[in-house]
């Protein structure tokens, strides 16, 4: 007899494991499974040789929803906050510098040229629309500002996100809030402040901050785990999905899904199934009930990215490394997407008397550089942000992390394409989709997609 659950989630990320969670909470009897031996996908922490390294995500950005889930875990004890005014860099002709914290600075910035000061202003005062058609990134920033803020700002902010081309990036579906602004304000300045400000006073003692937690991000994903206990399986990997036939029957199974695993197969029987798996995983599993989807989820483009921590003796570093770490512009001609100064941010991230960095190599524009071996990556990088920080010893301790598929590019076409598939959905009652490729990359916007399925979810039973 196949095994029977109200709710089964394929796919152990923090998509999966968020959605599971509050399934589970919301006592919906749910399973988790995931082909891998670990939970968390991406999101993993290392401790070595008295380092501490994130081999993903280097920290997250704070939200109402996740202080309230981090409660819930017994987290907020662990969690550490980044001091916000630390500042972010830039490299510009070799040198760091720091990037302006709000428009006002912005405007007095020395690496920006006096016409993008001008058209800056022209954004404050006058009143633009954007065009019908889907707009890239570049497109926009051009059209609205300037090709040396999309050189020296944007572009490499959009490599800090997306590792991603900012010519093939959309605009709409990467940066909504931005193409928001300027659709209903007129004006990216006065949309953004208009939104913030209303935010400000949705959850005016909730502001946003760089966090992570004394054990690493992992320790999140962790604590998800073990609340799920025996409803998360891993080393299970679903093989295939079927629709069953439609049935008058209140609470029949609408879907059977194979799953293999070290003992064998197991078919397993739920009435709603939520994937929160890649895109391209996605489309072969989808592919039995309708070909439909194959297209539109295999075309989501990913980028790999190589994550390359290395340590060294605080002698070593000529010049001070206090803050966020900073972001390096294609036109540099260095691989190095940018680099992150872990030990800064976080305590325990590094022996006394050391201090710890975390670049990032690869993306679109460079996708062989996750075939390198791990000791050419921390050479290269090494050799890259030697003269930068003026480092005149070679590293001590090294940590690298190949990701061939690790960051889902929203690029031109996207929107449309994310329509089609949940044009598609509505086909099949009970199935849904959830991941980074949908309404964005970042940790705290999955989380918020896959607690609004599950309260959905939570809803249908109910009525």
């Known amino acids: 007899m196949p095994k029977k659950v109200q709710a089964m989630v394929i796919g152990a990320g923090i998509s999966g494991l968020a959605a599971a969670y509050h399934l589970q909470k919301a006592r919906v009897d749910t399973l988790l499974v995931d082909a891998a031996h670990r939970p968390g996908g991406v999101i993993c922490s290392v401790a070595r040789d008295g380092y501490l390294v994130e081999c993903g995500p280097q920290s997250f950005s704070g939200s109402p929803a996740l202080t309230a889930l981090f409660a819930e875990l017994n987290l907020l004890p662990d969690r550490v906050i980044a001091n916000p005014k630390e500042p972010r ?30 058209a800056l202003l022209r954004d404050i005062f006058g009143h633009t629309r954007p065009p019908d058609s889907d707009e890239s990134i570049a497109q926009f920033v051009r059209r609205k500002f300037s090709a040396t803020l999309l050189e020296r700002l944007v572009a490499p902010f959009v490599s800090g996100i997306y590792a991603g081309d900012p010519e093939k990036l959309s605009l709409r579906a990467a940066f909504p809030a931005v193409y928001e602004a300027e659709s209903k304000s007129g004006s990216i300045l006065r949309g953004m402040f208009h939104k913030a400000n209303k935010n400000s006073t949705i959850n005016p003692s909730e502001k946003p901050n760089v966090q992570s937690f004394r054990c690493g991000n992992e320790q999140f994903t962790l604590a998800l785990a073990a609340a799920l206990g025996e409803h998360l399986l891993l080393n299970k990997e679903a093989i295939s999905i079927a629709a069953l036939p439609r049935s008058s029957e209140q609470n029949a199974p609408r879907f059977q899904v194979t799953v293999r695993g070290i003992k064998g197969q197991e ?20 592919n039995a009930l309708d070909t439909g989807f194959f297209d539109p989820l295999s075309g989501v483009e990913y980028a790999g990215v190589a994550v390359v921590s290395l340590g060294y003796p605080n002698e070593a570093i000529q010049r001070g490394a206090n803050g966020f770490g900073f972001l390096v512009p294609r036109s540099s001609g260095l691989s190095v997407l940018g680099t992150v100064w872990n030990s800064s941010l976080f305590p325990g991230r590094a022996p ?19 075939q390198q071996s791990p000791a050419s990556l921390a050479a290269l990088v090494h050799r890259e942000i030697a003269p930068i920080l003026r480092l005149n010893q070679e590293f001590t301790f090294s940590h690298v992390t190949a990701w061939p598929r690790a960051i889902p590019q929203y690029n031109l076409g996207h929107t449309a394409r994310i329509q089609k598939i949940r044009t598609l959905l509505t086909n099949f009652p009970g199935l849904h989709l959830a991941g980074n490729y949908l309404n964005g990359p970042a940790i705290p916007v999955c989380i918020q997609q896959a607690q609004d399925l599950a309260a959905e979810i939570r809803i249908s039973f109910a009525n």
Do not use: K, W
């Open 267 to 286: 078919i397993i029987e739920c009435e709603r199934l939520l994937l929160t798996v890649p895109a391209d995983v996605a489309a072969l599993m989808l």
């Open 352 to 370: 006394a008397g050391h201090s710890l960095f975390t670049s990032f190599v690869g993306g679109v524009t460079n996708p062989s550089a996750v």
């Open 89 to 118: 860099y830039v490299l510009i002709d070799g040198v760091l510098q720091a990037v302006p914290a709000s428009p006002a600075g912005l405007l007095a910035s020395p690496f920006l040229s006096g016409g993008t000061r001008f």
